[in-house]
């Protein structure tokens, strides 16, 4: 058994009259401990952001994005969905944010007048190594305390979680 899955099952759980099936609270479980992680990931993003004054030009959730166009600039939102696994209502908001900061621009495709191109604007690009750094010192701080396995242990578990959650909303459109 590894380290973490030790820490992990070793971590006290809070009685609750309510028990999941699981015989867990509701306070402790899976959904509970994904919010968590959530609140302070987003925290985390919005600290580091401001360290590296970005701030005032992205907000969390905005970095994979960039790091699609800077792989592949150019991409029609479309495609740019598919690479980010993000649905192209979410996207579009995304970008309109991006393009109200001056980082992206967004054109209608000459060769296609339904689907709209994104591209980097000069200060999109400027600001290219310090949104690497945004991703370097969150990976950092996720990681902390995990060994390399525990950490790809983890992020295959999380894709499954977020597979399934995919399927559900999938299955309830």
Known sequence: MSSLIRQLSSLP??????????????????????????IHFQALVERTLAELQLDKLLRPGMAPVLFALYEQDGCIIKDLAVRTRRSAAALNSLLGRLAKSGVVTLRACPQDGRAVRVRLTAKGRKIEPRVRELHRRVQA?????LGAGEAALVSTM????????????TLQN
């Open 141 to 145: 701080a996720v990681e902390h305390g």
């Open 158 to 169: 999380l894709r499954r979680v977020v597979a399934g959650l995919q399927q559900n909303e």
């Open 13 to 38: 759980t809070r009685a609750a009259d309510s028990q999941t099936p699981a015989g867990m609270s509701p306070l402790d479980d899976l959904p509970a401990l994904i919010a968590q992680t959530n």
